[in-house]
C-alpha cells in the first residue's frame, strides 16, 4: 500500500520571518501506522490559539489529533505513543491534564520533555502522536 499524505501544507505561512519553506503534511498513513505533525496551539487552518496559555494551546493539539486520526481512518483509541514537549516545568500539570481527558484510560506510552523553546515564541506545547489501526 502507498502511503497516504493528509493536509498538505507549505510551512512559510506559519513561520513569518524565517527562511523556512518545506512541503509537508499533518499526517501519514503508511499501511496501519499513522503518524501526526506535532500538533501546538494552531489550528487546522493556521490560525493560533491559546497564546500564553498553555492548556489551551493543548486543547487545541488534541482537536487536531481526533481530526487527523479520524481523516486517516483511526479513531483516539488507536494511539500507542505521544511525546509532550513543554517550555516551562509550569506547564505540565495543566497540560497533562487536557491531554488525559482527551485520552481517558487509552493509556499509551508517554515521554514528557521540557525544552527551551519550541518553532516560535508564542508556542509552549507540541504534541506528538504514533497510532496504529487494528487490522480488520
Known amino acids: ?7 498538505r501544507f ?4 506559519y513561520y513569518p520571518g524565517q527562511s523556512v519553506t518545506n512541503e509537508m503534511c ?18 487546522l487552518d493556521g490560525a493560533f490559539v491559546g497564546r500564553g496559555d498553555a ?8 482537536q487536531n489529533v481526533r481530526v487527523l486520526l479520524e481523516e486517516a ?6 494511539i500507542c505513543r505521544i511525546t509532550t514537549y513543554i517550555t516551562d516545568r509550569a506547564y505540565r500539570t495543566p497540560v497533562y491534564q ?10 499509551p506510552v508517554g515521554t514528557g520533555l ?17 497510532a496504529v489501526i487494528p487490522e480488520a
Open 1 to 7: 500500500m502507498a502511503h497516504q499524505r493528509f493536509r
Open 10 to 13: 507549505n510551512t512559510g505561512p
Open 26 to 43: 499533518m499526517a501519514v498513513r503508511a499501511g496501519n501506522l499513522v503518524f501526526l505533525r506535532g500538533q501546538t496551539g494552531f489550528t
Open 55 to 62: 492548556a489551551a494551546q493543548a486543547e487545541q493539539a488534541m
Open 73 to 78: 481512518g483511526g479513531r483516539m483509541e488507536h
Open 98 to 107: 487536557v491531554i488525559g481527558r482527551h485520552l481517558g484510560n487509552i493509556a
Open 114 to 130: 521540557i525544552v527551551n523553546g519550541l518553532a516560535l515564541p508564542e508556542m509552549l506545547v507540541e504534541i506528538d502522536i504514533d
